[in-house]
C-alpha cells in the first residue's frame, strides 16, 4: 500500500496561485503514477491531472495551461502548482496512486479506478 499527505490548499483570490503538494511512502514512488482529483460540494469526484512513472502528463481541459502537474522522486512528492484559479476551481483536492507499477497505458480518461491509495484531501477555495 501506499501512504498519501497533501497539503497545501487554502483560501486565495480569483487570479491567485497555490502549490499543492502530496507525499508518499510505502513503495518505491518512481515505479507508479500519481493524479490529482477533486471533489466540490455536491458533486462527483473528479480528474485533475496525472503523471506517469515516466513523466508522462495528462490534464482535464479545463486547467490546460493553468496547471502544472510534477513529481520529484528524490522526494517522493507530487506537486500541483494552480496559477490563475477560478472560484469554480473551488472544491476537496484529492492526491492518488496508482498501484500498477510501471503502467504504461497513460491517463487519458482520468479515471478513478486506476488509482488504489488516496490521501485525505486538501481544501482549495477560491473566492470572486
Known amino acids: 500500500q501506499v501512504q498519501l499527505v497533501e497539503s497545501g490548499g487554502g483560501l486565495v483570490q480569483a487570479g491567485g496561485s497555490l502549490r499543492l503538494s502530496c507525499a508518499a511512502s510505502g513503495r518505491t514512488f518512481s515505479s507508479y503514477g500519481m493524479g490529482w482529483f477533486r471533489q466540490a460540494q455536491g458533486k462527483e469526484r473528479e480528474f485533475v491531472s496525472a503523471?506517469?512513472?515516466?513523466?508522462?502528463?495528462y490534464y482535464k481541459d479545463s486547467v490546460k495551461g493553468r496547471f502544472t502537474i510534477s513529481r520529484d522522486n528524490a522526494k517522493n512528492t507530487v506537486y500541483l502548482q494552480m496559477n490563475s484559479l477560478k472560484p469554480e476551481d473551488t472544491a476537496v483536492y484529492y492526491c492518488a496512486a496508482d498501484l500498477r507499477e510501471y503502467y504504461t497505458d497513460g491517463y487519458l480518461f482520468g479515471r478513478t479506478a486506476d488509482f488504489g491509495s488516496w490521501g485525505q484531501g486538501t481544501q482549495v477555495t477560491v473566492s470572486s
Open positions: 503523471i506517469s512513472w515516466s513523466g508522462g502528463k
